[in-house]
């Protein structure tokens, strides 16, 4: 509610934010408005999804257009709850990759695995597959950051280990450096996600792929 988004504002106006971290945030669409006006430049505002085209008869989605109209520079494309819940495939979130980035979005790509894909060793399988889709959509990289989020561990309160993540981590980067170039392989931002919190966010982001 709007209760909620004018704390986390404030928490964020506050700050203080090291300058050297680049943060953004993602509230659902109905509020993105509410949450840029209430945010200074210095943060960044992303949309949880938004649809392939740049408008007609698709009720209920928003556009890259949408987004950048209200001021908000950010996307959050692929995310689990999108490929699970809602049945989005690798060549749609591609697609939609593709029209963010030419629409001058800058892209968050999340890819992770279900427990049942972990367990039946499938992670690189499924993640490789996974980042392919948006590979092949990406002309210039320093516009996308991508999210490893195992499903296993999004909302459940399971975290991949610190070691867990770093394995996955380093293995996307050993895949963009044969697939992509070693240059972007090195550059690129992979975030994790998967209930993360105050606890163990220093222990995952010490880690050297992470």
């Not at 490789?128 to 516009?143: G, P």
Request: net charge negative; glycine share 8%; charged share 20%.
């Amino acid at each position: 509610n709007q209760e909620s988004m004018n704390k986390i504002c404030q928490f964020l106006k506050d700050g203080p934010l090291n300058s050297d971290v680049e943060v953004v945030v993602s509230p659902p669409s109905a509020y993105l408005d509410i949450v840029r006006r209430s945010l200074p430049n210095s943060v960044g505002v992303a949309a949880q999804n938004c649809y392939k085209v740049e408008k007609g008869a698709f009720t209920g989605e928003i556009s890259p257009a949408m987004i950048k109209d209200l001021g908000c520079g950010w996307v959050i494309l692929g995310h689990s709850e999108r490929r699970h819940v809602f049945g989005e495939s690798d060549e749609l979130i591609g697609a939609k990759v593709a029209h963010a980035l030419a629409n001058g979005l800058q892209v968050i790509a999340c890819i992770g695995e279900l427990l049942s894909e972990r367990e039946g060793g499938l992670t690189n399988e499924v993640v490789f597959r996974q980042t392919k889709a948006i590979a092949d959509n990406v002309n210039d990289w320093t516009k996308v950051v991508l999210a490893y989020e195992p499903v296993w561990a999004i909302g459940t309160g399971k975290t991949a280990s610190p070691d867990q993540a770093q394995e996955v981590h380093k293995d996307l980067r050993g895949w963009m450096t044969d697939k992509v170039t070693p240059s972007v392989a090195n550059s690129v931002r992979i975030i994790y996600g998967g209930s993360v919190n105050a606890a163990n966010c220093v222990d995952l982001a010490s880690k050297a792929d992470v």
